[in-house]
């Protein structure tokens, strides 16, 4: 897998939002031989394949016996348009729902945690170093069904088109659409979260659910530090061990060097001296596709006062602006002391804002005192 470059002085500006695994990734279940020509050929959402991954339950402390987990290969939209496969995870409770109406379920945009694909969340949530796992266990004790994507060239053939939220939004409603084929009813309200590069992707999937998934019943979504405006992210100075991956993104290094992996397993001798690559240059990359159109259903968005990625004034910024369109923002500030951990306040978070809407809580807008 290489991702799909923004710009190559884009870099420095990728290296923060890239989290570290410490741990090799278990053998994935599905085959993605040949999926490519069935995925051309088939609507969006369509399960092309799906295994068992009893192996996620026991990494997330979930008891068989409580839910089933399936590994999915589904079709979705690509980056040109095409149709594409895109894998991901469905976790489905076999315990009752006690919440009103039908079990809810939420689909999970995970946050970059490497580059190659043993990096794909569905497969690295199995090492127990998936961040997003702690949010999705959350949401199991909640009650929710989870449908979580890896997005697309992560897991299967192709580029990964680092931080479009077009097309990331693309995969986010699809795999809701592939887990409605695996247990969840089509009529469940249904709920997107996300962080960091997920949380663009479930603000790109809002945007577009209307048009281009209006069958889904979506009620609410959530995202904490979502990426939209890369040009706003700040720009690391220094040397980080990060340099040798993002080389390798961008198309610097060759696809075959041993640098794949999810860092720092797999750098090659010589790539982890970080002053062999100089100083980091600052960055003008190219902003990623994004609409900025009204969102129909509340959405809680968050940012931390002391997020080192993600600035506080960019994800407000963005929140103003879907406000502009006419959207019900309901926009918070944490005190989370980095990027990542206001990762797991806005998980909590989301399952608090969803456990609202499901109740029928009246949001009032913050719209007017971001402006």
């Known amino acids: 897998m290489k991702v799909r470059p923004l710009a190559a002085s884009a870099v420095a500006l990728l290296a923060g939002l890239l989290t570290v695994s410490l741990t090799s990734v278990p053998a994935y279940a599905i085959e993605d031989g040949g999926v490519s020509a069935a995925a051309a050929t088939a609507s969006p959402g369509s399960v092309l394949e799906q295994a068992p991954a009893p192996g996620a339950l026991a990494a997330l402390g979930i008891a068989p016996a409580d839910a089933t987990a399936t590994r999915v290969l589904y079709a979705s939209t690509g980056v040109r348009g095409e149709a594409t496969p895109v894998s991901g995870l469905v976790i489905v409770p076999k315990t009752p729902w006690r919440g009103p109406g039908e079990r809810p379920l939420v689909a999970v945009s995970p946050g970059t945690q490497g580059l190659d694909d043993r990096c794909a969340a569905s497969r690295l949530i199995e090492s127990g170093r998936l961040n997003d796992g702690t949010w999705i266990k959350q949401f199991h004790t909640a009650g929710y069904a989870i449908a979580m994507t890896d997005y697309e060239g992560l897991g299967t053939?192709?580029?990964?088109?680092?931080?479009?939220?077009v097309v990331l939004g693309h995969n986010a409603l699809d795999v809701v659409r592939a887990a409605r084929q695996l247990g969840v009813s089509v009529t469940a309200p249904v709920f997107l979260q996300g962080f960091s590069e997920g949380g663009g992707a479930t603000a790109g999937a809002l945007e577009l659910a209307p048009s281009y998934a209006p069958e889904l019943p979506i009620a609410g979504g959530h995202a904490t530090a979502p990426t939209g405006d890369l040009t706003a992210i700040g720009v690391r100075r220094g040397p980080d061990v990060y340099r040798p991956l993002l080389l390798l993104?961008?198309?610097?290094?060759?696809?075959?060097?041993?640098?794949?992996?999810?860092?720092?397993?797999?750098?090659?001798?010589?790539?982890?001296?970080?002053?062999?690559?100089?100083?980091?240059?600052?960055?003008?990359?190219?902003?990623?596709?994004?609409?900025?159109?009204?969102?129909?259903?509340p959405f809680a968005v968050t940012a931390a006062w002391a997020d080192e990625i993600v600035p506080l004034r960019s994800v407000k910024e963005a929140a103003k602006q879907w406000c502009a369109r006419g959207s019900r923002i309901v926009y918070s500030?944490?005190?989370?002391?980095?990027?990542?951990?206001?990762?797991?306040?806005?998980?909590?978070?989301?399952?608090?804002?969803?456990?609202?809407?499901?109740?029928g809580k009246s949001f009032e807008s913050t719209c007017d005192w971001l402006f």
Do not use: K, M
């Not at 580029?159 to 939220?165: G, I, M, V």
């Not at 500030?333 to 804002?353: C, D, I, K, M, N």
């Open 157 to 165: 053939p192709g580029d990964h088109p680092y931080a479009d939220n």
């Open 249 to 297: 993104a961008v198309g610097v290094l060759d696809d075959d060097a041993p640098a794949s992996g999810c860092p720092p397993v797999g750098l090659p001798r010589g790539l982890t001296d970080p002053e062999a690559f100089g100083p980091t240059a600052t960055a003008t990359p190219e902003p990623p596709p994004t609409s900025r159109s009204r969102i129909e259903v």
């Open 333 to 359: 500030t944490s005190w989370a002391p980095s990027h990542l951990a206001s990762g797991y306040e806005g998980g909590g978070q989301a399952v608090r804002f969803f456990g609202d809407v499901l109740r």
